[in-house]
């Protein structure tokens, strides 16, 4: 009989003991759950994360290097944001600076009008500049970023280019500023506007066009003319192309 009580015992503790190791397994199973749950949520997390970063780096990179001018309400343009001053002048020949360099991207625009009784042939570029290269000097000399006490303006080269159906002479040239007393190299752009009664403002011929200029002891050549070739390759003439060009 009191051997039948000890072999109960031994069973009841041995049962006791499994039912303790069942437990203990099934709390390490819901404990290896919850770690592998955290762990996922983690690495989702994390991942989440570093999309939003790829897409944050994505839109920066995807930042336009350009601003859009105007030569006319008839003629548009884009142009580099390196020049980040306008001086507002509201001129024939209008400036924008670049506080950065002191770089100076002018538009050009109508240079023949009734009073200094200039007429120009949009059919004619080999006559372009010389109409009107005195003038461009004139135009020049604004008070605001250059002033010359006899205006004028040293063209070293020229040529007549071909650029997206626009016929354009691009120029080198030079002159002396009297208001910083120093000497300026320019890269110009000039083009003739056909006249066009749908137009507002170019009813007859006449020029438009972009120069760049810089301080001789700072000027690149090859750097000005990127600016300037830069809106003369987006110019755009009425709705049509303004269109296109957006």
């Known amino acids: 009989m009191k051997t039948t009580k000890i072999i109960a015992a031994v069973m009841a503790m041995t049962m006791t003991m499994g039912l303790c190791a069942c437990g203990d397994s099934a709390d390490s199973g819901t404990t290896d759950s919850k770690s592998t749950k955290s762990t996922v949520a983690q690495d989702k997390s994390q991942a989440e994360t570093t999309a939003s970063n790829d897409e944050e780096t994505s839109s920066a990179v995807e930042e336009v290097d350009y601003q859009y001018g105007v030569v006319s309400v008839d003629v548009h343009f884009r142009f580099s944001k390196h020049f980040d001053y306008d001086w507002k002048v509201y001129s024939t020949i209008d400036p924008t600076s670049s506080l950065e360099d002191d770089s100076c991207f002018l538009t050009v625009g109508q240079l023949c009008d009734e009073y200094n009784g200039l007429t120009i042939d949009s059919d004619k570029p080999e006559e372009w500049l010389d109409t009107v290269q005195n003038e461009i000097a004139k ?18 080269e020229n040529e007549i280019q071909e650029i997206n159906g626009r016929t354009f002479v691009r120029f080198v040239g030079s002159f002396y500023d009297d208001k910083h007393k120093n000497d300026v190299d320019c890269v ?9 009664p749908n137009l507002s403002e170019y009813k007859e011929d006449n020029t438009a066009g972009f120069i ?10 090859d ?24």
Do not use: C, F
């Not at 000005?224 to 049509?240: F, I, N, P, S």
């Open 139 to 156: 135009k020049l000399s604004n008070a605001y970023t250059y002033y010359m006490l006899e205006p004028s303006i040293d063209i070293s």
């Open 188 to 196: 110009g752009y000039l083009t003739v506007v056909k006249g066009d």
């Open 212 to 221: 760049v200029a810089q301080t001789h002891d700072k000027a690149n050549i």
């Open 223 to 246: 750097e000005l003319d990127a600016y300037a070739r830069e809106a003369a390759e987006t110019m755009a003439v009425g709705k049509d192309e303004w269109d296109k060009m957006e």
